[in-house]
């Protein structure tokens, strides 16, 4: 039987998971005998990548079979599994017949509604890779005293990277520490001394310190230079592995002007520390926002422009079409993709929810296209959420109203602009934006459009 087939029967009894492209390049290619070189060679990942992925593979057979597995052995262990369950097929010895088929998307019953909020779970096969962006996260936060940028507007995909990146950083026996933001209270944010407190407090709670905050932090040193004792002693001092702050939606800080202009100066001096000294060699930071700062600051004294800086960008048309085979709709023909691209822009939220209306709600194409920037469309209440948020702001309904009301793409007050792409609903080329999808632009057409006119 080919190779292929006997993947498909450890996904099926082993992992109980389909495996990701990466992993199932490894794992046929690595039984064939081949160096993490060669698999480089063969496919579009960077051999760095390709080592943490088998790394990450060996250690999960290890715990699930219960024995240690290794590049050199997992061959001849994955066989012995094999043969231990009802009629197996044996893996083909390297040089051998090692045809790929296309990896079985999960079932009907499988598929899980698409979320609003939070990651797509780690072993889920509808995360999509979006190369290289993942394995230049995975080798950068290798690197002493680095910073990496993550953007993106919203539900495009960074909290299911950051979950990644996480398990990364455990797979290299690091300690994650992850600040969102998002959970900190408006009255924290408002005042630095109370922001580095809370997260001093998380520091102590996802490391298990035991420390009593109370106790070492003087107030008559000011809250910038009790953080760093609190970084430099207790954290660094106490723990012999690096460690990486990942800070989640930091753009919440951008709204603290005052705050924002002391807060990220003190990271970018991180940064810089982290270059010459060897203990602040320790720690790596992780900033992941929805849209560029419009705080000023000093060019000097700004995090945003150093480090290494990704962006995730929307599905293009092959990206979507894998998507859409997860779901189980192959049957999509390639003029079937363009209309869904042009009406959702390859977002990979708006993406998820239509082939899930699709695939598990029975919805067909027809009907989907014809009602989705409806009220009684499948993004009727997705949609309603961004009328009322758009509403509660006037000066980007304004904005929006001159994007919409120009054929092509027109420069508009920055801070709005910023404001609508971290939302997904502009892109911004420069200082140019432009709507993102024919679904916004057809959707506020009909509600916001029409209330500022009626009013006007």
Same mark, same amino acid.
């Given at each position: ?21 990466? &992993? =199932? ?18 496919? *579009? @990942? ?37 043969? /231990?369950?009802? *009629? ?10 090692? *045809? ?8 009907? &019953?499988? %598929? ?13 096969? #509808? ?45 290299? &026996?690091?300690?994650?520490? +992850? ?10 944010? &408002? =005042? ?47 723990? *012999? ?5 990942? #800070? ?5 800080? #951008?709204? =603290? ?9 003190? %990271?970018?001096? +991180? ?32 995090? +945003? ?14 990206? !979507?079409?894998?998507? !859409? ?33 699709? /695939? ?17 469309? %499948? ?13 509660? $702001?006037?000066?980007?309904?304004? /904005?929006?109203?001159? %994007? ?12 709005? !602009? @910023? ?12 200082? $140019? /934006? ?23």
């Amino acid at each position: 039987m080919p190779l292929a087939k006997s993947i498909q029967l450890l996904e099926q009894t082993l992992f109980d998971r389909q495996l990701t492209d990466s &992993e =199932h390049q490894v794992l046929l290619q690595v039984i064939q005998g081949k160096s993490y070189g060669a698999i480089a060679q063969d496919t *579009s @990942y960077v051999e760095g990548y390709l080592k943490v992925v088998g790394s990450r593979l060996w250690r999960e057979l290890s715990n699930r079979l219960g024995q240690k597995v290794t590049k050199k052995n997992v061959h001849s262990i994955l066989n012995d599994y094999l043969l /231990a369950v009802q *009629s197996p097929p044996t893996l083909a010895k390297p040089g051998q017949d090692a *045809s790929i088929d296309a990896n079985p998307a999960p079932t009907i &019953e499988k %598929i899980q509604y698409p979320r609003l909020d939070g990651p797509i779970p780690l072993k889920s096969a #509808f995360y999509i890779e979006r190369p290289p962006l993942e394995q230049l996260a995975y080798e950068e936060i290798a690197r002493p005293g680095c910073l990496l940028r993550l953007k993106a507007p919203c539900k495009y995909g960074k909290s299911s990277l950051l979950l990644r990146l996480i398990e990364q950083v455990e797979t290299l &026996e690091f300690k994650a520490i +992850f600040i969102d933001f998002q959970e900190a209270e408006q009255d924290t944010l &408002e =005042h630095l001394d109370s922001l580095l407190c809370w997260i001093c407090a998380n520091v102590i709670r996802q490391l298990a310190l035991p420390i009593n905050l109370d106790e070492i932090w003087l107030s008559a040193l000011g809250s910038k230079l009790n953080f760093k004792g609190f970084l430099q002693d207790h954290v660094f001092g106490t723990l *012999s592995t690096p460690i990486v702050l990942v #800070f989640n939606e930091v753009n919440q800080i #951008f709204e =603290h002007q005052r705050v924002a202009q002391d807060f990220f100066p003190m %990271i970018r001096s +991180f940064y810089e520390q982290a270059q010459s000294s060897e203990r602040w060699r320790q720690l790596r930071l992780v900033m992941a926002y929805t849209t560029d700062i419009y705080v000023p600051l000093n060019i000097k004294q700004s995090p +945003f422009n150093v480090g290494l800086p990704l962006c995730l960008p929307s599905f293009n048309l092959a990206q !979507a079409a894998v998507l !859409a085979e997860k779901y189980r709709l192959q049957s999509l023909d390639n003029n079937q993709m363009l209309h869904l691209m042009r009406l959702l822009g390859g977002q990979p939220y708006l993406l998820n929810r239509a082939f899930y209306a699709m /695939a598990a709600e029975g919805v067909p194409l027809t009907q989907l296209l014809a009602t989705a920037a409806t009220p009684t469309g %499948i993004y009727g209440t997705y949609l309603h959420h961004y009328l009322t948020v758009l509403r509660e $702001q006037p000066s980007l309904v304004e /904005a929006l109203a001159v %994007i919409m009301e120009s054929e092509t793409p027109v420069q508009i007050d920055q801070i709005a !602009a @910023y404001r609508l792409a971290s939302l997904g609903i502009v892109t911004l080329e420069g200082y $140019q /934006a432009s709507i993102s999808c024919d679904l916004y632009g057809d959707y506020f057409k009909h509600t916001l459009l029409r209330e500022r006119a009626v009013s006007a």
